[in-house]
């Protein structure tokens, strides 16, 4: 079968993030901040190309809550196409008009997970929590999200793809008190992405056909999320996996929920397959924990939906 078109576009990016990050690690150490600036403009050259021109792509801004609190400045932002123009320049954006916000790192270190998943929580907390489906309920109005060009375990015997999975573990742990708190993508352009998963419920009937199943997911059954690593090393990965391809892949997938005219081209990269392969480890909820009690009540009668394309009451979102 012959090899889509898409590949040879995702490998053209990948090769020019990397090029890019050569150009700016010989004058890194001069003035970092220089440094950072240029990676930022990367990634936003990047969105701006790939993503419908109607979205407005940003630098160096703030959410500002519906309360009239801001948040931290974020290198990145995705303003939504209905977006005032009068306010593109203001550098408070509205948190109504935003529908994604980067961090954005030259050279990822384990601090830079920390403090990425600490503002995913607290912005997350500025907005208005949204109820009526699993869907709103697991998922912020904002995606959020980190990028960088590459990392900083190079040396001989470094595990780059471990010291990752580590940091971002323990800093969800240490900071997420609810799914739609979580990073909903890493990406580091020349190793892997991580993206978010979540899965409603399993429980009762299943569970209780199973013992290794209750081990799992205990006797009552849990909600689940995930970051799905898509990297090189990954078993049976397809040849022309690209980091670059995977997150645009995603980010595609996580606006489509949002804007439903992007869904064309989101179905039409998950059946191109430019994610490849991935895996990941769960961390368990109690349901009763997550979701509202008018949305509990559909879930524990069995109304999940599942394999029928971007229905909110879907047994899981990625």
């Known amino acids: ?10 490998l053209s990016a990948t090769r020019e993030m990397n090029e890019e990050y050569q150009r700016i690690q010989k004058r890194a150490t001069e003035d970092p901040g220089t440094a950072g600036d240029q990676g930022e403009e990367n990634w936003a050259t990047l969105f ?6 109607n979205f407005q792509i940003v630098t160096k801004g703030r959410i500002l809550s519906h309360e009239g609190k801001a948040s931290p400045q974020i ?16 550098k408070l954006y509205l948190a109504g008009g935003i529908i994604a916000a980067f961090e954005c790192k030259v050279t990822l270190k384990s601090n830079h997970i920390k403090e990425a998943i600490q503002n995913s929580s607290r912005i997350r907390q500025l907005l208005p929590e949204r109820k009526g ?21 190079t040396l001989s015997g470094s595990k780059p793809l471990e010291n990752i999975e580590r940091n971002l573990w323990e800093s969800d742990k240490g900071s997420v008190t609810h799914p739609r708190e979580m990073l909903d993508i890493i990406c580091v352009s020349d190793l892997a992405v991580w993206r978010a998963s979540k899965m409603v419920y399993i429980g009762p009937p299943y569970v209780s056909r199973s013992s290794e199943l209750q081990k799992i997911y205990g006797r009552d059954g849990s909600t689940t999320t995930s970051y799905i690593l898509h990297s090189y090393e990954i078993e049976n990965q397809i040849n022309e996996f690209t980091p670059i391809g995977a997150m645009l892949s995603s980010l595609f997938e996580k ?22 392969s991935g895996h990941g480890s769960m961390r368990l909820w109690n349901t009763s924990d997550v979701f509202s009690n008018e949305v509990l009540k559909p879930i524990f009668s069995g109304q999940l939906k599942n394999g029928v394309p971007w229905s909110e009451w879907s047994i899981a979102f990625t």
Do not use: C, Q, T
């Open 133 to 153: 489906s699993p869907y709103k309920e697991l998922n912020s109005s904002i995606i959020y999200g980190l990028l960088a060009h590459s990392h900083s375990w």
């Open 255 to 276: 606006i489509g929920w949002e804007y439903p005219g992007i869904r064309g081209l989101s179905d039409y990269y998950r059946l191109v397959n430019i994610g490849g």
């Open 1 to 10: 079968m012959k090899s889509n078109d898409l590949f040879e576009f995702m």
């Open 75 to 90: 290198d990145i932002l995705i303003l939504k196409p209905e977006y005032p123009k009068k306010l593109l320049d203001k």
């Open 48 to 53: 701006r190309d790939w993503l419908p021109p």
